[in-house]
């Protein structure tokens, strides 16, 4: 069975601090891919970023990282310099199969609230 | 110019009543589905659609019942509605029904029963 904790409900960070949210994975396949979402106050969600299982790499996209660590079976996001734009839902996500069809497996999100 | 859009945003109903929601993507994916999330934002898919075949059923009660006459739509009907349906229903899709391809998300339908 596939599982994605994210063991941080909510965390508070005044403008400009960097944030890390946490994401830990269980799965038994030797494939998968990882992804986060963001879901605003606006209530839609965003596709992030994907990484596959095979690729360790780590990734920069203007404020946001990610670390993927496969020893440690965790996905972290850290947010650079936070502002209150980025005060969301966001959501760790595994991908993977249940038979032949494909189905992501979310964790139960991490609020972040960004206050000037 | 949405991509994946879903009517209607806001539901109200009373318990025992029937209500649709629908769902259409723009994308030319092959694969739709329905999330559940409750109120506690937990996600959790319903149902999943490839190329307008049944792929995924999450153990849903029957009383919700996907239809998809074509790979750009996917309706959900809920027949006798629950005060434990109320919740916000996101329908997806993705490209092909592959464990990388991302989904895209709706807008969310927000249901609510009383």
């Known amino acids: 069975a596939q599982k994605v904790t994210q063991a941080q409900t909510e965390i508070s960070v005044v403008e400009k601090e960097d944030v890390t949210l946490d994401c830990v994975y269980e799965t038994r396949d030797t494939t998968y891919y990882l992804f986060w979402y963001k879901q605003p106050p606006s209530g839609e969600l965003v596709f992030l970023i994907r990484r596959n299982s095979f690729d360790e790499q780590n990734e920069i996209s203007g404020r946001y990282s990610w670390n993927f660590q496969k020893s440690t079976s965790s996905f972290n996001f850290t947010i650079t310099a936070s502002q209150v734009v980025d005060s969301a839902v966001y959501f760790c996500a595994l991908g993977g199969y249940t038979g032949t069809a494909s189905k992501l497996t979310f964790g139960t999100g991490t609020r972040l609230q960004v206050t000037l | 110019d949405t991509a994946v859009s879903q009517t209607p945003k806001y539901l109200v109903t009373q318990m025992g009543n029937d209500k649709s929601i629908k769902c259409e993507q723009n994308?030319?994916?092959?694969?739709m589905y329905w999330y559940k999330q409750d109120s506690k934002k937990f996600l959790k898919i319903m149902f999943s659609y490839n190329n307008k075949e049944l792929i995924i059923n999450e153990t849903v009660p029957n009383r919700f019942s996907p239809k998809s006459p074509d790979k750009a739509h996917l309706n959900l009907h809920i027949n006798s509605l629950e005060l434990g349906d109320s919740a916000v229903y996101f329908c997806a899709s993705s490209q092909e029904n592959r464990a990388h391809s991302p989904l895209h998300f709706g807008n969310g339908t927000r249901l609510t029963v009383t």
């Open positions: 994308l030319g994916h092959d694969t």
